[in-house]
């Protein structure tokens, strides 16, 4: 089994930057694809980015892509997202997941979700 903590989270004005991370437990980390979603206020889940199981390869939502950037540590269990020129509409919950499926931006081929890092960008 794995279990995923974000943490990284905050309140930041509109252009600014936050790094977020995820640490897993277990000695499996090197086997899941990593990614990253988030979820606004009435919206759906939506993915953001996801990076492959050695950190070779990612993939990035449209809306994010050339401002934030996923990268992973397996020495650390650890998965990134860094985050920058941040808009008011990148605020939301930003989860962390883990999926035996590359590539993929599918919310169902996520088996293991952290609880949430709250994001929150004001103008």
């Known amino acids: 089994q794995m279990q995923l903590v974000e943490s990284g989270g905050g309140l930041v004005q509109a252009g600014g930057s936050l790094r977020l991370s995820c640490v897993a437990s277990?000695?499996?980390?090197?086997?899941?694809?990593m990614g990253w979603f988030r979820q606004a206020p009435g919206k759906e889940r939506e993915f953001v980015a996801a990076?492959?199981?050695?950190?070779?390869?990612?993939n990035y939502a449209d809306s994010v892509k050339g401002r934030f950037t996923i990268s992973r540590d397996n020495a650390k269990n650890t998965v990134y997202l860094q985050m920058n020129s941040l808009k008011p509409e990148d605020t939301a919950l930003y989860y962390c997941?883990?999926?035996?499926?590359?590539?993929?931006?599918?919310?169902?081929?996520?088996?293991?979700w952290g609880q949430g890092t709250q994001v929150t960008v004001s103008s």
């Open positions: 990076i492959s199981f050695g950190g070779i390869s990612t």
């Open positions: 277990g000695r499996t980390f090197r086997s899941y694809v």
């Open positions: 997941a883990a999926s035996s499926k590359w590539p993929t931006r599918s919310t169902q081929d996520y088996g293991y």
